[in-house]
Each structure stands twice: as C-alpha cells, then as structure tokens.
C-alpha cells in the first residue's frame, strides 16, 4: 500500500513519528497533545487550556495537509481524569459542530503532565 509520509511545517519533528501518514484517501494524523508550540510544554492554564491547545495544534496538522475539521471521520481521544469529561465535550463541539466523527474515549495514563491526547483520521473528497 502506497503512503505519503506528511511534516507539518510549524510543528517541531519528531525522529519516532511522522505527524500525519496519508494512505488510501485517508491521512491519520498522530497523538496530539495540548503542548504550546512557542514552549513546547503544556498549555498553561489548565485542562481546559490544555483541551483547547490540543485541538488547535489537530486543526494546524490538517490545515498542513490541506484539510479541515469536517473532513475528519474518526477520533480517538485519551482522557486522563473522566472528572474532566464536560469540559472536553464543549470544546470537542466547538470544533465539530455538525457532523461529528465517530469517536472513542479512553481512559488511559499519559506521559506527565498531559491530560488529554487526540489522534484523528480524516478522508479526501473526491
């Protein structure tokens, strides 16, 4: 199967892993974190901050690869504390008002001080 391995100018490399793969139609972009591009430490502010950051930094690797958010059609996000699930579904809304991707939510232990991580899959028109 063919791929095209995507860097997204603006996102610092990573020698473990390509910030999006792009295979059949689809480009499945990796885990995404709410870390501030200027720091590259988490959004200060708190989780809400952090949930925000995240979903900027997903929008920034579509934009990358000449996508949107209503091109997405699968997220899989993993929530630290479940305490912080309303939170995350509002600004989860914001970004997918109408139309939202199938989803998954787990809980899971990430690397600190993350609380929330977002890897997405999104599909070509036409």
């Not at 995240?54 to 579509?62: E, G, I, K, P, Y």
């Not at 929530?79 to 997918?96: G, I, K, Q, S």
């Not at 929330?116 to 899959?121: A, H, L, P």
């Amino acid at each position: 199967m063919p791929k095209t391995i995507h860097q997204v100018e603006g996102v610092k490399p990573s020698p473990l892993l390509s910030h999006a793969v792009e295979a059949n139609g689809f480009v499945f972009i990796a885990g995404t974190v709410g870390s501030d591009p200027a720091t590259g430490t988490v959004k200060a502010g708190g989780f809400e901050a952090e949930c925000r950051q995240m979903l900027d930094n997903v929008a920034h690797l579509l934009h990358g690869v000449g996508l949107d958010f209503p091109d997405v059609v699968r997220s899989t996000v993993y929530l630290v504390d479940f305490a912080n699930w309303e939170t995350y579904n509002r600004l989860y809304r914001e970004y997918f008002p109408s139309g939202p991707p199938a989803r998954a939510t787990v809980q899971a232990g990430l690397v600190s001080p993350y609380g929330i991580e977002i890897e997405v899959t999104a599909a070509r028109r036409g």
